[in-house]
């Protein structure tokens, strides 16, 4: 468990805060087992509230109960959107823009993989990466995902008559962990995306994961202001990383395309 400070706690000079009292937790812990940065293993976790926390840790008791599937897989921090700077980054608390290897804003000199050896390797940025004019990718976004993805989120704006904003596409296992990433991400496999929404009201939104199902998207993630979407297994969840926190608006649509939510 982090040691924490709490207002009215001193040293014994009286001059500042104190840490690591032991009636004092964060992050969810030690209700639920455990704080999210142990749970998840995280560096830390100073940019997650505890009443978050706590959610999160419920999402993910209540989906290993279910034992359906791998709850690593499942995006609980990407709600804080941290590297677009539309949020907090859950790992250390800033705002900042944070860019992917590989990016315009994380520089073109390299990426870094993880060889057969689990070394850690740098290659050189892939300018082959496919382009499309009907996906715009934020400036932190590296769009190199495989082709089955990268095909299909072309054919979601197609369908939907308008290009589609990225906000998070291909991840090294770094980045991924700098940004709060789920464990085995399906971003680090190169079969994810986060889209943000497209304007409109909730029955656009609604509309919008119709249409993500109906070209071929198995892995639904609904936030406040985007949507992940993923060629992984068949399953979804909302902003605390499981489907017991899906929006009520979104109940219907997913359990139409064959998820089980609630």
Not at 49 to 76: F, K, Q
Not at 135 to 157: C, G, H, I, R, Y
Not at 222 to 228: A, E, G, P, S
Request: hydrophobic letters at 35%.
């Amino acid at each position: 468990m982090a040691k924490v400070h709490r207002v009215g706690d001193f040293d014994t000079s009286g001059a500042m805060s104190s840490t690591g009292s032991e009636n004092v937790f964060a992050n969810g812990g030690p209700t639920l087992g455990g704080g999210v940065s142990e749970v998840f293993d995280l560096p830390d976790a100073v940019g997650v509230t505890d009443i978050a926390a706590r959610m999160i840790l419920s999402d993910r008791a209540d989906e290993i109960n279910r034992g359906e599937i791998d709850p690593d897989m499942n995006e609980p921090f990407e709600q804080f959107d941290p590297a677009s700077g539309k949020g907090i980054n859950p790992v250390d608390g800033s705002t900042a823009i944070i860019g992917a290897p590989g990016s315009p804003a994380g520089g073109a000199g390299g990426n870094f993989e993880t060889d057969a050896d689990e070394e850690t390797v740098t290659v050189p940025f892939d300018n082959s990466t496919p382009i499309s004019d009907m996906l715009l990718p934020e400036p932190q976004v590296n769009m190199n995902v495989s082709t089955d993805t990268f095909n299909k989120a072309v054919k979601l704006a197609k369908n939907l008559g308008r290009p589609l904003r990225i906000n998070s596409g291909y991840r090294t296992p770094e980045y991924n962990r700098k940004v709060g990433g789920a464990k085995n991400s399906q971003h680090v496999a190169k079969k994810a995306m986060d889209i943000r929404w497209p304007d409109g009201d909730f029955s656009t939104r609604i509309a919008f994961i119709q249409l993500a199902c109906d070209v071929g998207f198995t892995g639904i993630g609904v936030y406040n202001n985007f949507m992940h979407v993923d060629t992984g297994p068949k399953r979804c969840w909302g902003p605390s990383g499981g489907r017991a926190s899906v929006y009520q608006q979104y109940v219907s649509v997913l359990r139409k395309n064959g998820y089980t939510v609630g």
